[in-house]
């Protein structure tokens, strides 16, 4: 837990620095940059000057993974803004080694579904496009939204790693904040439609957006 602890403070301090440094960079006269993180201050400055809710502010977004069933799987998956979309971080613990569908699914609940599958109420991948189950590295239209692919446990049982999502938003109508992240019990194929042929649900955890 302390090593999550740290892994945080880091995160949010790295943030709150590249935020700082972001507005000192605004006085550029072209506008122009090459970095990542440009965008982090404009896009609080654009939602002030729109007079938007503070809802606007969100700048993270975080899921607290909890065991469905009795999988025992836990942990925290963390989504930041990036200059190709949503960098998705993810510390989890406690399956045994192999490959687990990881998916966004269309409803903020964890609860069982009508029909008793358990996770069920989260319902089907989020698909705002209106498209089939696929890779994630597919372009949009492709694959659903919530398609973020696989993740690998290691042989202790943590599931360690970070990569971007290019479709995923923080904010409007492909917004993943109220929806829930689900892991499967198996490996997501990638081909069967429209769940990936991925298995029950072992985990999941609200997607709950974090303001600046
Ligand atoms: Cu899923
Ligand atoms: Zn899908």
Do not use: W
Request: proline letters at 5%; one cysteine or more.
């Amino acid at each position: 837990m302390l090593i999550r602890a740290c892994l945080f403070s880091t995160a949010l301090f790295s943030l709150a620095v590249l935020a700082s440094g972001c507005a000192s960079n605004d006085e550029r006269a072209d506008g122009s940059s090459e970095e990542a993180t440009e965008e982090i201050s404009p896009r609080i400055a654009d939602a002030l000057q729109d007079g938007e809710e503070p809802r606007a502010l969100v700048t993270q977004a975080r899921a607290t993974i909890e065991p469905l069933g009795n999988s025992g799987l836990s942990g925290t998956v963390t989504f930041a803004p990036s200059d190709l979309g949503v960098q998705v971080t993810y510390m989890l613990d406690g399956l045994t080694e192999g490959v687990y569908g990881f998916h966004v699914h269309e409803n903020g609940s964890c609860a069982n579904g009508e029909d008793g599958t358990v996770g069920g109420a989260a319902g089907g991948h989020f698909n705002p496009d209106s498209t089939e189950h696929g890779a994630p590295n597919l372009p949009a239209r492709q694959r659903h939204l919530g398609d973020l692919g696989n993740i690998h446990a290691l042989s202790d049982g943590r599931i360690l790693g970070s990569f971007n999502e290019s479709i995923a938003s923080l904010d409007g109508p492909k917004s993943i904040i109220g929806r829930a992240l689900i892991i499967h019990a198996n490996e997501d194929d990638f081909t069967t439609q429209p769940t990936g042929n991925a298995g029950p649900r072992i985990g999941c955890g609200v997607i709950t957006g974090v303001e600046a």
